[in-house]
């Protein structure tokens, strides 16, 4: 075995065969894991809610660069003024120094004491960004300037001026990759106001959820053919083919959604679906209809037929292991299957 370090000499063995040196990324890398730990501790000890009162216990400060920058003007500034005795200079440094500190009460009163307030998101498909809104409440009589707020951990920031006795919304975007319930992303606030010498910030925990809707499929092959009614009628449901089952001339009053579309765009004549016949057929969405193996892939058909039947004003179903959704139609029926979907 190769010793690392020699008796007596300051010999330094090198790496052993078939391994590599760790670069300086590998450094970096480091240091980012110890943030992305730090973050985690820290938001673990955060209590979960959806709004939140700035205190000085939860509103917290540092310098900036441009912080640190003035803190060794002002010390260059006070050696030089000592070293010749500048009484002109003495006054230049404490009053830098009396600005930075009055800067540093002011940022500290922009955060202290505001009411933020989130502003329950909309169900979203996977893949989407969702927006979600926070309403920054001040009850103070002077305006509260450069106020942001982000994800934690994200360089997008959106920025707004708090009026007195007012308020103002942001919308902050973030990603939701996967279906089901997802969490709100932890929030931070921060304000660099007025001089840019001291940060002041906060972290924020929401407890709001998101819905996430399976991302529909892009291509989706048409809708499946329906059921006949259990009272024994045997009327197929309308193709969404060239044919055009179930179609008659339009009527004035038609809903627009139960225009054949397309066969207006190709011969340029108005043709409703014809409600009648569509009573006497269901049509049923189930997974063993996709022609899909992937249980993921199963529900992204699935979301993507609930849009296109409730798009062509058909009433349908859903059919799940463990769950079964009558025939219907409407906005209320569509978010009915679609959270069956996201939750399955």
């Given at each position: ?31 980012a ?23 000085q ?72 960004n ?12 002077a ?32 990603s ?14 921060e ?25 529909p ?38 809903p ?89």
């Amino acid at each position: 075995m190769t010793k690392a370090h020699d008796v007596g000499n300051s010999f330094t063995a090198g790496p052993p065969q078939g391994e590599t040196v760790p670069s300086g990324g590998s450094a970096a890398h480091k240091v980012a894991s110890v943030g992305a730990l730090f973050q985690k501790w820290l938001e673990s000890r955060l209590p979960l809610s959806d709004s939140i009162i700035l205190t000085q216990r939860n509103v917290y400060i540092l310098p900036t660069g441009a912080g640190f920058m003035l803190a060794a003007t002002l010390l260059l500034l006070l050696v030089t003024s000592i070293n010749y005795q500048l009484n002109l200079g003495y006054l230049l440094t404490f009053l830098l120094a009396g600005s930075a500190i009055v800067g540093m009460h002011v940022g500290h009163g922009t955060l202290h004491g505001l009411n933020l307030s989130l502003l329950l998101p909309e169900p979203q498909f996977a893949g989407a960004n969702a927006l979600v809104g926070v309403s920054l409440q001040s009850r103070r009589r002077a305006v509260r300037y450069g106020i942001g707020v982000a994800v934690m951990g994200s360089e997008h920031w959106a920025w707004a001026d708090v009026p007195s006795f007012g308020s103002s919304t942001l919308h902050i975007a973030f990603s939701l990759p996967r279906r089901g319930w997802q969490r709100v992303p932890t929030l931070t606030a921060e304000t660099r106001f007025p001089l840019g010498t001291f940060r002041v910030w906060t972290v924020w925990r929401p407890a709001a959820q998101v819905l996430v809707y399976p991302a529909p499929e892009s291509a989706a092959p048409p809708l499946p053919q329906g059921e006949a009614r259990a009272d024994g009628a045997t009327s197929a449901h309308p193709s969404t083919s060239d044919d055009y089952d179930g179609v008659r001339a339009y009527r004035r009053g038609d809903p627009p959604k139960r225009i054949v579309w397309k066969k207006f765009a190709k011969a340029d004549e108005l043709i409703s679906r014809d409600a009648e016949q569509l009573q006497h057929c269901e049509l049923w969405l189930d997974p063993t209809l996709c022609g899909a193996r992937d249980p993921e892939q199963q529900l992204s058909r699935l979301c993507a037929w609930v849009l296109q039947a409730e798009h062509q004003g058909f009433d349908y179903g859903l059919r799940l292991p463990g769950l079964e959704i009558k025939p219907g139609s409407g906005s209320a029926h569509q978010a009915r299957c679609l959270r069956a979907l996201a939750l399955c």
